[in-house]
């Protein structure tokens, strides 16, 4: 029986290590004079006294990973380094992507702990002042973490990846967080920021998609709305009494003074929602992909909605604006692409003096409404949104199906048709005259767009991420250089470029080739797949101007057609005619 007890707590002496060390650059020494076995047999490791670089590599070692990401025998879980020192030393313990890093004094180094997978429990030393770039990242099994005190700077990426730990404190010591410092964290729920805290990058906690509740203490003067909106968990954002720049009010963010609203969370529990009778604006991204909200009611007192305020509110079915709101920002009341949203009717009061373009990009409202007295803007019967005297064409619906432009319209304005999809051809008349910016910007469902004779000005990037775009028919037989963007027609997305082909007036086809708009200089490319000229253009004008007159095309057998086909083809429209055309084979 003796012999069996003795053989257990000899087991635990190998398993469990207490190490003390006098010299830096000595840990690995010190540890085979307690046991040849001790570096890969110990699971629970305490360690007193200084360490370098050196030394930690070594730690890592026993943790069961060597390098940057080579597994060992280490089989570490649980690390206790609250009573060590970290000496600085000129000996590289570590490269990252062709930077070397040194150890300096009281800093946990960059990488010290990196892809230390199997450590499960760790104390950080008491001393240290900075924790430093990925120092702890992809630590995946580690549960809990304490900052100690004494720590004033937290490195980029220092806790990425540590997706076992569900809440964080900063203490009010930390002053500097650097990019990133808490990002991909997939089980953090919880994060409480301390006092010294003063600036939130934009992606401080980018990934962490079940964090539920922010805390940030009294120092905070500047925060990146964009750290919101990648939370699609949140439901709480609070701030301590005696900030001076910030509040919160039921978990949503504020100016301290109740001037804006900065933030409400993605998943907050308050779906209908009265804005404060102080408010004044509605901030940057404040609603960004708030997906369960289903109303707002807007106070008297507010007078701006902010570039992509509620953007993504798929819910969001109803919304009373204010009869004193005088500016709604670009995509304010935008969708996401591919997203329906519930919101169907929105009533733009006599207030507004501004509409931004892209406000409404993406979006599916059928229902747009401008109040009769307001001076500045009109819509019409599909909720279509033009300027008062309807010569600018402001946003056409992306479910709007086929749409026929007033005759009143002079300019189609930037982002107009932006996520279109309601109609495969879309015609701009001959008393078109500009075209703006991003106007065809991802229409998903448009294969044809005709360029009537006016265009005489067009913006940039006018059909960029069109992916079914297959045919520009472009009737203007010239257009002057100052009245064209350099980029017209590039598709970054190269959905357009490689599939598109331009048919332009017989004989033209050799000026549009290397025209400024249609030709990039700077990619020496014509920025369209190909080019051909029109075999009877007044045919394919006369076919696509009728939206509103013509009822269907028949091939030379009386077959109904999609489309105009090679060969013979009849047009009928609403009042009788019938118009014969003859299209010829490529």
Do not use: W
Request: with cysteine; charged share 20%; aromatic share 10%.
């Amino acid at each position: 029986m003796m012999l069996a007890v003795v053989s257990v707590f000899t087991l635990k002496a190998q398993n469990q290590l207490f190490v003390e060390v006098e010299v830096p650059g000595t840990l690995e020494q010190t540890v085979f004079q307690i046991s040849d076995s001790a570096k890969y047999s110990t699971e629970s490791m305490k360690i007193v006294g200084p360490l370098n670089g050196v030394d930690m590599m070594f730690v890592r070692d026993m943790c069961g990973v060597k390098g940057l990401n080579t597994p060992t025998e280490g089989k570490v879980t649980s690390l206790d380094l609250s009573d060590v020192e970290i000496y600085s030393s000129d000996e590289v313990y570590m490269s990252f992507y062709g930077t070397s890093f040194t150890t300096q004094d009281d800093v946990f180094g960059a990488g010290f702990l990196y892809n230390c997978r199997n450590l499960q429990e760790l104390s950080l030393p008491f001393s240290i002042t900075e924790i430093d770039t990925l120092a702890l990242a992809s630590c995946r099994s580690l549960r809990e973490i304490e900052i100690p005190f004494t720590v004033t700077s937290i490195g980029y990426g220092a806790f990425v990846g540590c997706d076992n730990i569900q809440s964080i404190n900063v203490p009010n010591s930390v002053v500097n967080l650097e990019v990133g410092a808490f990002q991909q964290m997939l089980g953090l729920e919880e994060i409480s920021l301390g006092n010294g805290i003063e600036t939130i990058d934009n992606s401080l906690l980018m990934g962490d998609e079940n964090l539920r509740v922010i805390h940030f203490g009294d120092g905070l003067q500047k925060v990146d709305p964009v750290v919101f909106y990648t939370l699609p968990a949140l439901e709480e954002i609070n701030v301590v009494d005696g900030n001076l720049q910030f509040c919160s009010v039921d978990g949503v963010l504020f100016t301290a003074s109740m001037d804006t609203l900065v933030s409400y969370p993605r998943a907050s529990l308050l779906t209908d929602y009265d804005v404060d009778p102080r408010v004044r604006h509605i901030g940057k991204f404040a609603f960004y992909n708030a997906a369960a909200i289903n109303s707002v009611t807007m106070p008297e007192s507010l007078e701006a909605i902010d570039s992509v305020a509620f953007m993504g509110c798929r819910s969001l079915s109803v919304v009373n604006l204010n009869p004193t709101l005088k500016r709604i920002a670009f995509g304010a009341f935008g969708a996401n692409l591919g997203d329906e949203q519930a919101l169907q009717e929105l009533v733009i009061p006599a207030s507004v003096e501004m509409i931004e373009p892209g406000a409404f990009l993406f979006n599916t409202i059928f229902g747009l409404q401008v109040d009769e007295a307001n001076p500045y803007f009109a819509a019409d019967e599909q909720g279509a949104l033009y300027d008062k005297q309807m010569t600018k064409l402001l946003s056409v619906p992306a479910m709007a199906g086929e749409f026929a432009i007033p005759e009143t319209v002079k300019q189609i304005g930037d982002y107009a048709y932006a996520g279109f999809c309601g109609s495969p051809v879309v015609y701009l008349p001959d008393y078109v005259e500009a075209v703006g910016d991003h106007v065809f910007a991802y229409a998903f469902g448009v294969e044809q767009i005709t360029f009537g004779k006016g265009v005489s000005s067009i913006g940039n990037a006018v059909v960029e991420g069109c992916e079914s775009l297959q045919k520009v028919y472009f009737f203007p037989t010239q257009i002057d250089d100052e009245n064209i963007a350099p980029l017209a027609f590039l598709d970054e997305t190269g959905g357009v470029i490689e599939q598109c082909t331009l048919y332009v007036q017989p004989g033209t086809s050799e000026y549009y080739l290397f025209k400024k708009g249609f030709y990039a200089e700077e990619y020496e490319s014509f920025l369209f797949a190909d080019i051909q000229e029109m075999d009877d253009p007044d045919a394919v004008k006369e076919m696509v101007n009728s939206t509103d007159n013509l009822v269907e095309v028949f091939d030379v057998m009386g077959r109904k057609s999609p489309s105009v086909q090679p060969g013979l083809n009849i047009f009928r429209y609403k009042d009788g005619k019938a118009v014969k055309k003859i299209f010829k084979r490529d």
